[in-house]
Structure formats: structure tokens, C-alpha cells
């Protein structure tokens, strides 16, 4: 267990529905990712945060995914609309300030788009 | 031509062998290089990372880059059926901030 936990672990849904992901990064850690990943393949890079301000986001990302850090914690990531393309892994990474490049993967939620 | 390659495996080393994998990445001005280890049905895990050209060792392990011919590389000597997982490498790009660009992963297989 790394510290950064994520919630829920599985979301099955309906194609069109929207769902929203959480994730509690490491107390301490001012930084703050999210990946996707899909079978076969490496995390994809979808968006980060410094604190609450979101410093960058994937062309990945299209207009029906947006991510909120409000407080400089807990984030979400919410899809809407979903597709069946959306079907993945959502992985949330934290790091420690001054460490930046060290990212520690919380366990992932497991997206499935019916 | 992708950013960071992997030869996807899988990699099959008998138990106490060294496991050799390898890593090439396309942008020259990249400064960091991840290793992580990712179980299946797993999140990845850092096990190792290294900044300049050479070796570094860590335990069974020992990464090595060169920034020259543009790939880095991970040992793992006396290879345990534990180390049986996919192996991931990452790279910290430049002007890219934090965001680290993974391969698709070698998975290795020990076999006793």
C-alpha cells in the first residue's frame, strides 16, 4: 500500500452515463496525476496538479473528462458521456515535493463502459 | 516512432539467471529514467531511477543508462519467481514538467 488510495476499485456502467473517480494522494505530497491504461499498454499521462492548480493536460483529454483538486487534496476525474473507448484503468500517481518525478501509484480504478 | 520502446516479452529466464531489459527513448534532451514493476491486476511500483550516464545498483538491481545511444537498461541478477511481473520504463521529457512517458512494458517471466 503505497498511501494513495483511489475509489471505487471497479465501475461498470452504461455507455452515456457519467461516472466520477476519486483520489487521496499521499498527505504531504503537493503533486498530484492522473493516468489511464489500458491491456498491453503503458499509463497514458491525462492531466496533473500543483496544490489545487492544474499545470497541464493530455490532448488525450477530451472535453468530457475534467479533474478538480479544490483544496489541494483529494482530486476527482469525471467522464461524461461515457464511451466504450473509455473503458480502462484510471491510475492516480502523488509525489513529494522536491521529488517530483517520483510517483507513487495508488491501486487504480477499473473503468468498464457497457 | 514511439517516444519510449519496450520489447513487449515475454522475457523467460530460469530462476537465479540475470534478467536484462531494455529501454530506448526518442527525445535526446530527456533528463530522468524510471523503472517500475507493475504485478498483474496491479498498480506499478518505482523500483528504481537514475539521472546519469553509468550504473547504479540497488540490491539485485542496477539500471544503466546511456544518454548517448539513447537507452537505458535493467539488471536483475539472481532472478526469483517474485520477480516475475511486467517491467515498466519511464522518461522525464524536456519542458514537460513532471510528466513522465512510459513504454508498454517488458514482461519477464522466472521459471524455477
Known amino acids: 500500500d503505497t498511501g494513495v488510495s483511489q475509489d471505487p476499485r471497479h465501475k461498470i456502467t452504461k455507455r452515456g452515463q457519467n461516472v466520477t473517480f476519486r483520489c487521496d494522494p499521499i498527505?504531504?505530497?503537493?503533486?498530484l496525476y492522473w493516468y489511464r491504461q489500458t491491456l498491453g499498454q503503458g499509463p497514458e499521462f491525462l492531466t496533473y496538479?500543483?496544490?489545487?492548480?492544474?499545470?497541464?493536460k493530455s490532448r488525450l483529454l477530451s472535453d468530457r473528462f475534467s479533474a478538480e483538486r479544490p483544496k489541494g487534496s483529494f482530486s476527482t476525474l469525471e467522464i461524461q458521456r461515457t464511451e466504450q473507448g473509455d473503458s480502462a484503468m484510471y491510475l492516480c500517481?502523488?509525489?513529494?515535493?522536491?521529488?517530483?518525478?517520483?510517483?507513487?501509484f495508488g491501486s487504480g480504478t477499473q473503468l468498464s463502459v457497457l | 516512432q514511439k517516444e519510449v520502446e519496450q520489447n513487449s516479452g515475454p522475457l523467460s529466464v530460469p530462476e537465479g539467471a540475470i534478467a536484462s531489459l531494455n529501454c530506448t527513448y526518442s527525445?535526446?534532451?530527456?533528463?530522468?529514467f524510471f523503472w517500475y514493476r507493475q504485478y498483474s491486476g496491479k498498480s506499478p511500483e518505482l523500483i528504481m531511477f537514475?539521472?546519469?550516464?553509468g550504473d547504479k545498483e540497488d540490491g539485485r538491481f542496477t539500471a544503466q543508462l546511456n544518454k548517448a545511444s539513447q537507452y537505458v537498461s535493467l539488471l536483475i541478477r539472481d532472478s526469483q519467481p517474485s520477480d516475475s511481473a511486467t517491467y515498466l520504463c519511464?522518461?522525464?521529457?524536456?519542458?514537460?514538467?513532471?510528466?513522465?512517458?512510459f513504454g508498454t512494458g517488458t514482461r519477464l517471466q522466472v521459471t524455477l
Open positions: 500517481a502523488s509525489s513529494l515535493r522536491g521529488q517530483n518525478e517520483k510517483l507513487f
Open positions: 498527505s504531504e505530497h503537493n503533486r
Open positions: 496538479f500543483q496544490n489545487e492548480a492544474q499545470l497541464e
Open positions: 527525445d535526446r534532451g530527456s533528463q530522468s
Open positions: 537514475i539521472y546519469s550516464n
Open positions: 519511464a522518461v522525464l521529457n524536456t519542458g514537460t514538467a513532471s510528466k513522465l512517458t
